[in-house]
């Protein structure tokens, strides 16, 4: 019994813990902002179609400014054609979750499944989107249930 | 008498029975699997992700289940002095998978389903699936002890190799080959 009332208060413990010491948490489905996550469906569709016809995405205005430079023509090949390499070309985006920052509850963190032609595996692609609605950050990669 | 039940239930459970309760297990194993985004291919770690359709679960945890099986059929000819039914060893092996299920179980709870990778979440679920583990191992090998029968001194080694081998190949395959 003291056995049992004892793991049973660990278990309460940690996950207090774990609650108080989250950096980032996810967001609820009415607590979501729907004109950021179309802002950042949009941007992750056109910019692998484009990539995918063989040209290459043009900003304007959607992304920061050092986002936008991170992005240059030629990053946008190499880093498409190492994608279409491994995991075939791209094919859809599918949203899944928000999350946010406990310091900057502005910024948004959404978080889309993409569909690759050669795995049946879905990657993560991931935008971030700033308090004034503009893409702050850019990634893909393996997904994952737990935010990294 | 109920940690000898909960370790060694093939005194009572054997054959045809076994076979249906362990292929019930691995359908529900699997389901609970794919439905909390669990991928337990593995009898040494785990992966946190809801990213492959449901055939791509029943794939790799059916592989793992068989490849562990037929490595402890090829085991047991190599040390059994006498002659053990097939039927026995699919059984009861398929049936030690059971404590996997813990795991998937645990993720069904929203907390930990999704949570920040440093949360304290994290050592419960590698806390949950060692217990887990341990328990499935032990009833596989107590399963390969009653079905083979083996009388040899090389059993211990002849299992730990059978596991580790087939840990290998399944591993090779899902990462390799499977899509």
Known sequence: MKTSQTLFFAFVALLSLSACSQDYQKLSENQTDLRKIEIARDFSDRFYNTLKSGKTYEFSGEATEPMANLLSADKQKEIYQQISNQFGHYKSI???????????????IIRFKGEFEKTAKRLEIRVVINDEGKIAGFWIKPWLDPLT | MIISLVLNPYNRLAGIRAIFLGLIIHIVLTSISFYSGTHINSNLFFK?????????????????????????????????????????????????????????????????KSFYVTSPVIYILILIFIVSVIWSITLLYNAFKISCNPKSKFTNIGFIAAMLLSEGISQFIIYQILP
């Open chain 2, 48 to 112: 946190l992700a809801s990213d492959t359709p449901f055939w791509y679960f029943l794939a790799e945890m059916s592989l793992h289940a068989s490849l562990n099986i037929l490595g402890l059929i090829v085991t047991g000819y190599l040390l059994s002095r006498t002659q053990f039914r097939l039927i026995d060893i699919i059984g009861t092996a398929l049936f030690s998978r059971a404590p996997l299920v813990l795991l998937p179980a645990a993720r069904l709870i929203p907390a930990f």
């Open chain 1, 94 to 108: 599918q949203y899944a979750e928000t999350w946010t920052s406990v310091k900057q509850s502005d910024t948004h």
